[in-house]
């Protein structure tokens, strides 16, 4: 349920991110429908899920007018269920997964945002691209524009390590802004301007905002803690 208090969160987050020229993609992901368009009544457009079965499920059932964001480990062979419908996708680890987004929208005749994610935490993780990773597939995609109309490369996103000592938040999210500042300068571009920065959850957005963040994905304080999860 979206309490009262709740709702005075998003209208503190709303405002913090304003401030910092950040955008919120509210997480939804494990909540009903009814949650969504608390948030939705109370102002909230963009919001973000994690599992291809539960957007395509939701998606209908709620405002037009909503801009859904992928942020989950996507399946190349489930990217065609979200194309019609998604606004961006900011979890792109692969080159295959990238030219599937790219034929799909094309399809769609959609031009989806496509962020690349980054392993920027200590822990071990499968999911996640390096940065000695993360250039060649910028090189492929800049050698062939033209291959690439369907994505708009608008991007990096990244998780900090799960822990309460701040510097090393802070050390992990100011890797992923010179990394995005690199790319800016090695892989100039007019269509694919690469500003965003998505970075921050409901742990660590603060320090997110303060390293430059453009994008914050907060799910526990808007809608409370997920099952199996502390708020
Ligand atoms: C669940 C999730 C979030 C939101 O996490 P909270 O801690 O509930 O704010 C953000 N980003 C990703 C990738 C997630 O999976």
Known sequence: MVTAANIEQFKKITRLAAEHDARLVAVSKTKPTEDILALYQAGQRVFGENYVQELVAKQP????????????????????????FVTMIHSVDNLKLL???????????????????????????KFGLDQAALMP?????????????????????????????EQIIRREFGYLRDLGEQVRREFPDQRDDFSELSMGMSGDYAVALEEGSTL??????????????PA
């Open 99 to 125: 030219k599937e987004i790219n034929k799909q929208a094309l399809k769609q005749r959609r031009v989806i945002d496509c962020l690349f994610e980054v392993h920027i935490a200590s822990e071990e993780t």
């Open 61 to 84: 059932q709620l405002p037009g007018d909503i801009q859904w964001h992928f942020i989950g480990h996507l399946q190349t062979n489930k990217v065609k269920q979200i194309a019609p």
């Open 216 to 229: 914050i994905r907060i799910g526990s304080l808007l809608f409370g803690a997920r099952p199996g999860k």
């Open 137 to 165: 597939l910028l090189e492929e995609v800049r050698s062939m524009p033209d291959h690439y109309a369907g994505v708009r490369l608008a991007g990096l996103m990244g998780m900090a390590t799960n822990t309460g000592e």
